[in-house]
């Protein structure tokens, strides 16, 4: 890849910040940001050749720039930016298919969960690429092929299924772990105790069908177990452990 | 730990078979069965020593017998065996502390998932031992540190509790995956790209509270995308994610 690539970035939220931080590790040096909170990134980052605009004109002649903002504002802003520059959102849910630009436009989204103050482990990473543009698409291609060695094509369709069983594998799966811990808190017992079974099986789901590994009383439609569950449980916690119940119950008909 | 132990086991279903295993690998050589569906133990199992019986008196004088069985028969099951020798039940929710008995009894429950084809990592699973008799309840201490090193003496409240936990941690966060590879399947993407996302949320879980690391549309409460969700749902899928959705909600209000 050419590291001679005038990149911008506009925002530097959760996502940005990962952006910025992996396109300096692959060595790339013309990188312009465009925040509005200003000119503060991590202290931890190598960004001496870093520049600020507070103008997206100077993003005239770039490579690309890479838009990390809200999914409210997206559309809006790769409408403005595309004036000056090719650029990608990188959200998994917004839809550009609409919009008639300048210069070419696309999405380029990384399947990821990011935190600002967590690493990410981008190789391997499946990146997301969609442009109407062929040749833009090919650069994208490559671009995401730099940044995790697993850049994908995917339309906007499809790309909006993956987010949506993105926020069940991961979203729910933590959510639903988070209402174990609070539960054992309130109970007097320590979470650490449930991570080895957490493990072995989120270890067995990556090469088996996680239709096939289910234990527990719903699967075995034990009712005497399940009964006396919901009778340890508080309301909210029983609507969540009754329509879970339920619907694995369903699935194993 | 004296391997001239007499050790049986009531029962080869998914457990049994996995006790067995254990003490074989364990270096136990007076083994016993007492198996409803005869001698057939898998291939792969190194059985030369073990012996079968149809007949419980043929514990007596026996140093412990590992009762198997499912939950519906446990307690009456324990009942029987604790006529000829000390028992305990491996059951996570079953309760034993009513029954009087000649022998003693007690718990030993490995908070793990079981099936038969599928191998156990044993070194560090929590194992929950119960028993009245304190002597009793210190050769299982010993005996359960001899399996897995992490043997934890836990009252049968606490336990209940604890296999509550367990269903929400492991029981619907696989049903959840599960659910989420349908719908891969359903809209034509690969359930394995989903995989790398799932890795490092549980990554993460080992080290940070689950309610930190927690990203996605419910949790910024961001309706514009849950709607757009909503709409590429079907009923039963929309159910689960409209609840967990509104518990998300709620819990980070």
């Known amino acids: 890849m050419n590291q001679k690539l005038k990149i911008g970035i506009v925002g530097m939220g959760n996502v940005g910040i990962h952006f910025l931080q992996r396109l300096i590790e692959l ?41 990390a903002v809200n999914d409210n504002t997206m559309v809006e802003m ?14 998994g849910t917004v839809n550009l298919n609409h919009l008639k630009t300048k210069y070419p436009i696309g999405t380029f989204y990384p399947l ?23 040749k833009f698409k090919a650069f994208l291609m490559q671009l995401g092929h730099e940044f995790s060695e697993n850049a994908i094509e995917l339309s906007e369709d499809k790309r909006q299924y993956l987010h949506v069983a993105a926020v069940f594998a991961n979203n729910f799966t933590n959510h639903i772990i988070d ?22 099986t989120m270890e067995k789901i990556q090469s088996n069908n996680p239709h ?5 009383p719903a699967v075995r439609n034990d009712q005497s177990t399940i009964q006396k569950h ?24």
């Open 27 to 67: 060595g790339h040096t013309h990188l312009t940001v465009y925040s509005r909170s200003g000119n503060n990134l991590p202290a931890s980052m190598n960004a001496k050749d870093v520049q600020f605009t507070n103008d997206f004109k100077e993003f005239i002649d770039f490579d690309i720039v890479f838009c």
């Open 112 to 134: 990821q969960s990011f935190k600002a103050d967590q690493s990410i482990l981008w190789k391997g990473l499946p990146l997301f690429i969609e442009a109407a543009d062929p």
């Open 212 to 216: 096939d590994i289910l234990t527990g």
């Open 230 to 253: 919901l009778e340890l449980l508080k309301p909210d916690q029983k609507t969540i452990y009754q329509t879970l119940t339920k619907s694995i119950i369903k699935h194993y008909k």
């Open 78 to 91: 790769v409408r403005l930016v595309s004036k000056y520059a090719p650029v990608v959102s990188v959200s």
């Open 179 to 200: 209402l174990a811990a609070h539960y054992c808190e309130e109970h007097g017992i320590q979470f650490d105790w449930l991570k080895p079974l957490i493990n072995q």
